[in-house]
Structures are given as C-alpha cells and as structure tokens.
C-alpha cells in the first residue's frame, strides 16, 4: 500500500470515529428551551393596590362572541361598568385576584408550538381569525393611568390540582402555572347578592297588598289587603281569619326564609330624576321617562306622585325599626347579561316580523324602598312614682329611666342608620330577582288561610265526606 493510500485510509477512518464518538455523545439542549422557566410573569407587578382596574374576557363557543367583564375604580368605589356601573360590593375580590397573579410562576415550559394552542385551550379571545374551540380566558390588569401591569391568557387545566396553561398574548410559549385565585368573570362573584340583607327571625309584621292592574282598563283588580304579625313565642297570625280557618304557618315560614335569602339576579339602572325622588322618600315627579321606564318593568305613576306595581306590594316590618317595601312588576325570561343587565331588552321587533319568544330562565323585576319607623321600636316610659314617695325615690325612679332610654335612643339611631344606608343602595336601582322566590314571597290570602281540619269523633270514627264535598 503506498503512502498516499495509507494517509487517506487514516482520514476516512478518523471521520468514522469522529461521528460515532458525536452519535454516542450526550445531546445537549438548547438552552433557550427553558428561558423564563421559574421566573415571575410580570415581575415589575409586585403591589396588588397598584391595579385599579381589571378586564376578564371569556368567549362563548356557542354564540362565537367574546364576553367582557370589567370591575374598576370609579368615583370613590369599585364598580362594574358592564352593568351599568353596579357597585363591586366585593371589593377584596380584586386585590386576592391581583395578589394571585403577582404569584404566578412559569412553572414549566408545556409547548413552543403555536399549533398547540386551541387544544391547551390559550387561543386569545379577542383573535378574529382563530378557532372557536380552544379560547382561554384573557386576563388583563391596569393602574389609574391605563398602563398594563399584567395581561395573561389563562387555558385548560392541567391535570394537577390547581395548575393551568398560560401564556402572555402575543408570545408564542405556553406554561404551566399555578394559581391560587379563580378569576371570575361572573356578575354575581363581585356584588353583595343578598339583596334585603335581613335576619328572617326579626321580622315582627308583614303587610301584604295583593293586586294586580288591568292595563287595558287602568284599573287594579284582585285586591286583597291583609297583615301577618308575629306575636308572643315568635307564632304568627293573620287577621281576618274565619273561625273555620287556619294560619298556613309552613307557608309564613317559607315566605320569610325567601325574604331571607332574596338573590340578586340582574340590575337595571332607573332614570336620573326617579332615583333623586325615591332617594328622598318623597313622591315621584310624573315626567315622560319616568313614566316609560316604569311602565317597562310593570310599574305605573298615578297623578299623586306614587306607584302601583303590576302585580302587588309587600311591607316587611323589622323589629329595629326599618321597614321594607317590595313592589313586583314584570316577568322577563332570558339568559346571562339578559337577565343580569338587560341587554338587548328594549331592541323592537324587525318590521313585518312576530316578536321573537325568549328562551331561558325566568326572572321578575323588583323595586325595593327602605325607610325607619320609630313606632316600631318603642321607647320605655318612666314608671308612675307612688303617692308617698319621697324625693329620694322620686330621683331613683328617674335615674332608672334614664338608664334605660340611652340604650333605646342607640337602636333608635341604629336603625335610622341602616334604613338610610339600605334606602341609598336601593335608590338608584330596579333589580331582577329569581321567579321561584317570587313565587314564595308574593302571596294571597288563599295561599295563607286553610280550612280546619275536623277532629275525628269519639270512638276514632270520622264523619264521611257527603257528596259533593272536596276530599278532606
């Protein structure tokens, strides 16, 4: 073999070692693979207090539109522009939701694939041009001045508890990440829902005025006008009732539980010049918006400043003083921001075409006065010093009295505080309520008055039931 053969043999033998020492060799990873991977998303976010507003944006696949949800700073309080600025009752809620996404970690790297995104479900919401499956839940935070602290599309869960996929809109990188706050973007996760915010077993009197109007003729029929007082061992009775009738005590005790428990479904905000009127407890000035927003809801103006209500009233007596007025006005049916604030609502059938029928969940719209009356709370009365009593007696029986009117003249003042303070959140606002608890709450005298039942005769017989009459 000559020289030259044997140099080329090493060469080729040389670059054959050379790539089975590179094939056997440990792969190394690029290390921009995991860049960011344990970092903070939005580490120059680090004051929760700092956010003033936030925007949650989720798409419904069904109807292929995005569905925004804001909560921000307005006018001293947070408020939900969305609903036509209803207060943000929760108003911790935001500075939680803040805190979780200062947290939020980069867990792991999940996908560097754009073509991963619809089925890790972090596709953007507000993308035209994506698919309608796959959208995640758009996430954005600002201060007062506008400025971006956190914009964040969060996806699917994981599959460990507590984990999602996440990635910043525009960048390609989805992770893994852990958050401890559920971003909600539901209506009734950021305002008080109770609406009466009473205690069921402080409700001394209710007084119902049950009606309905006949538009058609502008008259009320079905009237009915009675009172239910709660009396000593916390019973209650009905007057007016026959002697061969009973209290259906089951349905008074249902109806304050509803009362209780009253749910906010939906808001719809009242016209300027109606609001200032119901804010002061005085009659309303009849002027045409007024007018027509009442009439919508089932509430109609008389001459004298005050208002009938489609289908009745409920006074609610406290015993701290405060009294309730419930008036009931129209059904409505809907779903969503339907029924959570009206959308779409006051939209008039296309020309030559029948109004659509709505399909969903049933509501009624409600109107809600508050206002203190000290008759209910009444004040303790000096005790009648005796004939012979002497001045030191005289001093002590007063003293006595004194004693005991300081505490009374507290719950006075507390619940002209309370009434006040229901009568200001209750002002601005007509509300929708769920129609089961109408249902419980809105009663007639026949829903309350049963006939008695006949005890058996002696020997344990009971007299048969003669024809006609309706089975016992």
């Keep these: 073999m000559t020289e030259a053969a044997k140099t080329a043999a090493f060469v080729v033998a040389a670059g054959i070692l050379a790539l089975l020492a590179w094939g056997t060799s440990p792969s190394r990873t690029d290390p921009g693979v995991f860049e960011g991977q344990g970092e903070r998303f939005f580490p120059d976010f680090t004051d929760p207090l700092v956010a003033t507003s936030l925007e949650v944006i989720e798409f419904e696949e069904l109807q292929g539109i995005p569905r925004p949800f804001k909560v921000h700073w307005k006018d001293g309080r947070w408020t939900i522009p969305s609903h036509h600025d209803y207060p943000a009752d929760a108003k911790d809620r935001l500075k939680k939701t803040a805190a979780a996404v200062i947290d939020l970690l980069k867990d792991s790297v999940r996908s560097d694939r754009k073509e991963d995104h619809e089925a890790l479900g972090v596709l953007d919401p507000l993308d035209e041009k994506a698919s309608l499956k796959g959208r995640g839940k758009r996430v954005t935070l600002r201060d007062r001045n506008g400025r971006v602290l956190a914009d964040l599309i969060l996806g699917k869960a994981s599959g460990r508890e507590g984990v999602r996929y996440a990635r910043v809109p525009g960048q390609g990188r989805v992770y893994a990440t852990r ?60 007057e007016g009732l026959a002697q061969d009738e009973d209290l259906a005590s089951d349905r008074v005790s249902e109806m304050t539980s509803a009362l209780d428990d009253l749910k906010i479904v939906g808001v719809r905000l009242k016209p300027v010049g109606l609001t200032e009127n119901l804010t002061r407890q005085q009659g309303i000035e009849i002027t045409r918006e007024a007018a027509l927003s009442l009439q919508r809801k089932g509430y109609y103006l008389t001459q004298d400043g005050g208002i009938y209500s489609g289908e009745g009233e409920l006074n609610v007596e406290m015993k701290d003083g405060v009294v309730y007025t419930l008036r009931f006005g129209e059904v409505l049916v809907g779903e969503g921001e339907e029924l959570e604030t009206g959308t779409g609502e006051d939209k008039p059938p296309e020309p030559g075409k029948p109004p659509v029928e709505k399909k969903g969940t049933e509501g009624r719209y409600l109107m809600v006065t508050a206002k203190f009356d000290p008759t209910l ?32 003249e507290g719950e006075v003042q507390k619940g002209k505080d309370r009434a006040k303070a229901l009568s200001e959140r209750f002002a601005k606002w007509y509300y929708v ?38 089975p016992k």
């Excluded at 009971?462 to 006609?468: A, D, F, L, R």
């Design 179 to 238: 958050i401890s706050e559920e971003v909600s973007a539901k209506f009734s996760d950021w305002i008080e829902t109770d609406l009466l915010q009473l205690d069921a077993w402080q409700v001394s009197r209710v007084r119902i005025d049950s009606y309905s109007i006949d538009e058609t003729q502008g008259t009320l029929k079905d009237r009915q006008q009675f009172a239910l007082a709660k009396g000593d061992g916390d019973a209650w009775t009905m």
């Design 377 to 408: 709370v009444p004040e303790p009365k000096p005790e009648e010093p005796k004939p012979d009593a002497t001045e030191e007696d005289k001093k002590k029986l007063q003293e006595e009295y004194e004693r005991k009117k300081k505490p009374w």
């Design 433 to 470: 309520i769920p129609a089961d608890a109408y249902r419980k709450i809105r009663l007639t005298r026949a829903d309350l008055a049963r006939k008695k039942v006949e005890p058996p005769k002696p020997g344990g017989e009971v007299e048969p039931p003669k024809e006609g009459d309706p």
